[in-house]
């Protein structure tokens, strides 16, 4: 059974970083499309970042410059690097992983197959 935990959400200031960790007990983690989305109360869940097996990533317009997705193949953990934060990051971020795909990582939550709980990030003004 495949499990995704996510640890290191808070609460910070605008203008502030957090390291997001996603510890997944897939084995060859580094061959599947890995990705963070995010949920704020009341919208949809959006793609932030994915990562594929050969390391190309894609970002979200709004977290572009600011955050950076990255993975630790051997230690099978997904990070999530989010820098100068805003309000508007305010939201549940999970990590999420497409067992079917190893490249061209889609942004569409729909076809990622597996899920983490979720760790909850507030940025206050």
């Known amino acids: 059974q495949v499990q995704l935990v996510e640890s290191g959400g808070g609460s910070v200031q605008a203008g502030g970083s957090l390291r997001l960790s996603c510890a997944a007990s897939?084995?060859?983690?580094?061959?599947?499309?890995m990705g963070w989305f995010r949920q704020a109360p009341g919208k949809e869940r959006e793609g932030v970042a994915v990562?594929?097996?050969?390391?190309?990533?894609s970002y979200a317009d709004s977290v572009k410059g600011r955050f950076t997705i990255s993975k630790d193949n051997a230690k099978n953990t997904l990070y999530l690097q989010m820098n100068s934060l805003k309000p508007e990051d305010t939201a549940m971020y999970y990590c999420?992983?497409?067992?079917?795909?190893?490249?061209?990582?889609?942004?569409?939550?729909?076809?990622?197959?597996?899920w983490g709980q979720g760790t909850q990030v507030t940025v206050s003004s």
């Open positions: 990562i594929g097996s050969d390391g190309g990533t």
């Open positions: 897939i084995s060859r983690q580094s061959s599947y499309c």
């Open positions: 999420a992983a497409d067992l079917l795909r190893s490249a061209y990582c889609y942004f569409y939550a729909e076809v990622y197959g597996q």
